[in-house]
């Protein structure tokens, strides 16, 4: 949990940040490293989930890197995907792919119950800063969701020691420019499955993904792109992904940066 407290960012300081992203084109190697990673785990996770209509739960990714929308496209899905910022949303749709965009808070969803047979949360829930509206965003996910609908969830792993210390004094990090936007709450992947099961959720399967230090990798990424080699960037892409045999190990709760979450929604 988080060693400060204080309320959950504004629509405006998003828009503020996407405005800045999109000036700047910010961290897009490393934007497409981490779509990698995430891409590598729904391989394994959500591959063979039947074709349907799935709601992303943010539009970042998308906005400014390669994102998940192809993945899912590519699988037969049909996505629809909503963000807190307009300027993060319009950044996503001008993207080559079929995304429906909607500009609204995961706590409070402009969607009918039951419409939808997936929804996919990377690391959205996450940027809250208290407990309570982790847990009422995973209420309105559940209500959203069709009867025995699949959830694809990410959130920062508080077991990883660097993100452990990241979230004692979250702020100071983001003043200092470790961190490149606000961060918040977040809860070990037995809190989390506790509240899953209280939401309306049974958990199937329980994971730990991104095993490379982000606070170095970052960095790294900023110089390879300054240097324009496509050769150093795909090597650097390979690296991190076979990073993630990191795992298959008894350590990995320690090492994955997110922890991975699937469940599905109670019949």
């Known amino acids: 949990?988080?060693?400060?407290?204080?309320?959950?960012?504004?629509?405006?300081?998003?828009?503020?940040?996407?405005?800045?992203?999109?000036?700047?084109?910010?961290?897009?190697?490393?934007?497409?490293?981490?779509?990698?990673?995430?891409?590598?785990?729904?391989?394994?996770?959500?591959?063979?989930?039947?074709?349907?209509?799935?709601?992303?739960?943010?539009?970042?990714?998308?906005?400014?890197?390669?994102?998940?929308?192809?993945?899912?496209?590519?699988?037969?899905?049909?996505?629809?995907?909503?963000?807190?910022?307009?300027?993060?949303?319009?950044?996503?749709?001008?993207?080559?792919?079929?995304?429906?965009?909607?500009?609204?808070?995961?706590?409070?969803?402009?969607?009918?119950?039951?419409?939808?047979?997936?929804?996919?949360?990377?690391?959205?829930?996450?940027?809250?800063?208290?407990?309570p509206a982790i847990r009422q965003s995973l209420e309105e996910l559940c209500r959203v969701l069709k009867p025995g609908g699949t959830l694809l969830l990410t959130m920062d792993n508080p077991e990883n020691p660097l993100v452990w210390f990241r979230n004692l004094a979250p702020r100071f990090w983001l003043r200092a420019g470790v961190v490149p936007y606000a961060v918040g709450a977040t809860c070990s992947s037995r809190r989390l499955a506790h509240w899953l099961r209280e939401a309306g959720f049974n958990v199937t399967a329980t994971d730990a993904i991104m095993h490379v230090p982000r606070v170095l990798t970052v960095p790294i990424c900023r110089g390879l792109a300054a240097t324009g080699s496509l050769r150093l960037a795909a090597q650097l892409r390979r690296w991190l992904l076979a990073g993630e045999r990191l795992g298959a190990l008894p350590t990995s709760r320690v090492t994955g940066h997110f922890v991975a979450v699937v469940a599905q929604r109670a019949t």
């Not at 039947?50 to 943010?58: A, E, I």
């Not at 995907?81 to 808070?105: E, I």
Request: a negative charge; glycine letters at 8%; proline letters at 6%.
């Open 1 to 131: 949990m988080r060693g400060e407290t204080g309320p959950d960012p504004a629509p405006e300081y998003w828009e503020a940040v996407g405005g800045t992203w999109a000036s700047t084109h910010r961290d897009e190697l490393w934007r497409r490293c981490s779509d990698a990673i995430h891409a590598r785990w729904l391989d394994r996770a959500a591959s063979g989930l039947p074709p349907g209509r799935v709601l992303k739960t943010d539009l970042f990714d998308e906005a400014f890197g390669d994102g998940l929308a192809p993945w899912f496209e590519s699988h037969g899905h049909d996505l629809v995907a909503c963000d807190l910022a307009l300027t993060t949303a319009r950044g996503a749709v001008r993207k080559p792919s079929r995304v429906v965009a909607a500009v609204a808070d995961v706590r409070r969803l402009p969607f009918s119950d039951m419409v939808f047979d997936t929804v996919f949360s990377d690391s959205t829930l996450d940027h809250f800063d208290a407990e």
